[in-house]
């Protein structure tokens, strides 16, 4: 692999190094399977809206975890793995928290890279944000969501948060800025070129108003601390609602028990953005 700086003073070795969360956490694989065996269970308990179809790939579809109350405010999460990686089934889990709070909570599958590219892979979530809308409003219910994701699911929920249904963002652990993932060892599975990067990059992109908090573990790999710091600091500058929050302790992984937990900082941020979703 060549010496040479590709960016930010970085080589890509360097920003392989700068970007892998699994490596960077020894006990990655343990979380990931303990959300595995704890999302069955939870979908064992709340059969009747899995795997609703929004398009027609085998990933193109949505799960909705009711939390009881009527007209509850609903959370729509995607999940992470550098667009490459895992699937919705792994992240029920992480209904938890917002389910005791009084949310409802949904994810939303896409086809992963490399099979989809970053354009595809955006087009999906949109088109499963039209379909939970009109599965909502179908019900009689609120068809205004409040859109959450977790790395590659932060990164989709930034760029995705223009989209009519969405009222305000939770972005936990995201990039908004693709140019050095794309000249990371990221881009192998994901294949942008420099222009499908930048047109996917919130950071690069007319910023939305509306409501987005960007989160993050101070354990953090630092490149992973300062892309939601400096995409913060960008809509500050631009006079825009939203807030940085860093959760003191937390790791890549270790980061959710903030959000399975109701009274951690993410499941409170979640309530405090669906007080926004009309009803």
């Not at 709340?46 to 799960?63: Q, T």
């Not at 089934?89 to 949904?106: N, Q």
């Not at 892979?121 to 609120?142: F, N, S, T, V, Y």
């Not at 009519?164 to 942008?192: H, K, Q, T």
């Amino acid at each position: 692999m060549s010496d040479a700086i590709v960016w930010n003073g970085m080589t890509q070795a360097a920003l392989n190094v700068a970007y892998d969360n699994r490596a960077a956490v020894p006990l990655a694989a343990t979380w990931v399977q303990t959300w595995t065996d704890r999302s069955a269970a939870r979908r064992a308990c709340h059969p009747s809206e899995l795997d609703v179809a929004y398009g027609p790939k085998p990933r193109n579809r949505f799960d909705v975890i009711r939390c009881g109350k009527r007209g509850a405010p609903l959370v729509v999460f995607i999940h992470g793995g550098w667009w490459q990686r895992n699937s919705k089934e792994v992240f029920t889990v992480m209904a938890e928290g917002p389910m005791v709070l009084g949310l409802d909570f949904a994810l939303v599958g896409y086809t992963l890279a490399p099979e989809a590219g970053m354009t595809q892979i955006a087009a999906e979530i949109r088109a499963g944000l039209d379909a939970i809308a009109a599965h909502q409003l179908a019900r009689g219910l609120p068809g205004k969501v409040v859109l959450s994701g977790w790395s590659a699911g932060g990164h989709l929920t930034a760029l995705c948060l223009d989209h009519p249904a969405v009222v305000a963002g939770l972005s936990i652990s995201g990039v908004f800025d693709l140019e050095p993932i794309r000249l990371s060892n990221i881009n192998d599975a994901v294949r942008m070129n420099a222009a499908e990067a930048a047109a996917n990059s919130p950071a690069k992109l007319p910023l939305s108003p509306k409501p987005l908090v960007l989160a993050y573990g101070t354990n953090e790999l630092p490149e992973m601390q300062r892309q939601s710091e400096d995409f913060a600091k960008m809509r500050a500058a631009a006079g825009l609602p939203g807030e940085v929050l860093p959760i003191a302790g937390a790791d890549h992984f270790s980061i959710f028990d903030a959000l399975t937990n109701s009274e951690g900082q993410l499941a409170q941020s979640l309530l405090r953005l669906g007080a926004a979703v009309p009803r």
